[in-house]
Each structure stands twice: as structure tokens, then as C-alpha cells.
T-cell receptor
């Protein structure tokens, strides 16, 4: 499975934008980039995904580099509820399973 | 909004006992998964299930583990003879269709404590 690299932790002030980076230099042409997050004491939760183009949904935005070797999850205004571990995961054609790394632990400061 | 449910929320068992963890995936979803997370560690894939058979399993999913979809709604994980190292959070997930673009929906988890 293609690997991703994320910083172990990041901090953000409440109501500030947050940019969570992910490197995936070995991504293949058919791999999708997924982001999940895990709030404290909860199961993982889907955030967003993309293939080549930038994506927006109600939770976040996903900016994908032109060469697709990196991506950035953008939370436009961090809230205390966004404090979680964020995982960047690649899924390939026919791949059913999610392989979680250690993710980035986001701390939101009031 | 539809959600994946899991029971029990917490299971305590003695080493060597059998446990069954239950999950009700989202209705009309076709793909089902079990993951586990040992305290303080990352989420690990155990097994995927489609069309009433295992699609893929990890090295963790040895002969002590089995999965079943006994009826149209439940999806179960059985551990035949629990070990101390089986203590973990177990998450069930489901997905609507195939395709790498489809997201998985996770349940709240069952905390298994083996004494």
C-alpha cells in the first residue's frame, strides 16, 4: 500500500484556518486521497476525498498538488470540536481496506 | 442520518473465553469491515467481507477470529479463545459499493477488555 507521511501533531487557535499537510510521493495514478479523523473516544469519521482536483465539502477542503505527491486538508475555521487525529489515506482501484498511519493530532486552542 | 451501530459498548471477559462482537451496518451497504485499535496505537485493519465471504484479512486475523453475517442486518466478529493482547477497541465499518472513492462509515466501537 502506498504510504503517506504526516506531521505527528499540530496546533491551531480556535476560529483560525488550519492546513494539515500530507506527503504521498509514491502515489499511483489511480489512488484516491482520503482523509478521515478520529475524535477522542470515537470511531474514525470520513472527512473528504479527492483524486486530482481540489475538493470542497461542508467539513473541509482538500487541496491536491499538481503532481499529486502531496495534499493539504484545510479546515477553514477550527473549532474545539475539530480537535482530533487526522489521517491521510490512499485507496487504490479495487482496494477495499483502509490502512491507517499515525496521523496528525490536531490541538485547537481556545 | 443512517449510522453503524455496535454492541456491546464494553465487553469484559476472562482469558480463554469466547466473545462475539456485534455490528449493524448501514442498511443497503454491501461491504463490511472490522478494525481494531489497541490503546494508544493506530487503527489496524482486520478483515473485509463482501457477498457473504471474506474478501481480505490481515495477519492479525488468525484462526481465533471469524466473521459472520447471520441474517440480513447483523455482522459479527467472534474471537474463540481470547488472549490478553486482544484487549482493544474494535470498530465495525460498512461501505455502500465498491470503488476506491467510496467512504467507509464506522461504528462507535466495542471496548474489549480481557482479564
Amino acid at each position: 500500500d502506498a504510504k503517506t507521511t504526516q506531521p505527528n501533531s499540530m496546533e491551531s487557535n480556535e476560529e483560525e484556518p488550519v492546513h494539515l499537510p500530507c506527503n504521498h510521493s509514491t502515489i499511483s495514478g489511480t489512488d484516491y486521497i482520503h482523509w478521515y479523523r478520529q475524535l477522542p473516544s470515537q470511531g474514525p469519521e470520513y472527512v473528504i476525498h479527492g483524486l486530482t482536483s481540489n475538493v470542497n465539502n461542508r467539513m473541509a477542503s482538500l487541496a491536491i498538488a499538481e503532481d499529486r505527491k502531496s495534499s493539504t486538508l484545510i479546515l477553514h475555521r477550527a473549532t474545539l470540536r475539530d480537535a482530533a487525529v487526522y489521517y491521510c489515506i490512499l485507496t487504490g482501484t479495487g482496494a477495499n481496506n483502509l490502512f491507517f498511519g499515525t496521523g496528525t493530532r490536531l490541538t485547537v486552542i481556545p | 442520518e443512517p449510522e453503524v451501530t455496535q454492541t456491546p459498548s464494553h465487553q469484559v471477559t476472562q482469558m480463554g473465553q469466547e466473545v462475539i462482537l456485534r455490528c449493524v451496518p448501514i442498511s443497503n451497504h454491501l461491504y463490511f469491515y472490522w478494525y481494531r485499535q489497541i490503546l494508544g496505537q493506530k487503527v489496524e485493519f482486520l478483515v473485509s467481507f463482501y457477498n457473504n465471504e471474506i474478501s481480505e484479512k490481515s495477519e492479525i486475523f488468525d484462526d481465533q477470529f471469524s466473521v459472520e453475517r447471520p441474517d440480513g442486518s447483523n455482522f459479527t466478529l467472534k474471537i474463540r479463545s481470547t488472549k490478553l493482547e486482544d484487549s482493544a477497541m474494535y470498530f465495525c465499518a460498512s461501505r455502500a459499493t465498491s470503488g476506491a472513492y467510496n467512504e467507509q462509515f464506522f461504528g462507535p466501537g466495542t471496548r474489549l477488555t480481557v482479564l
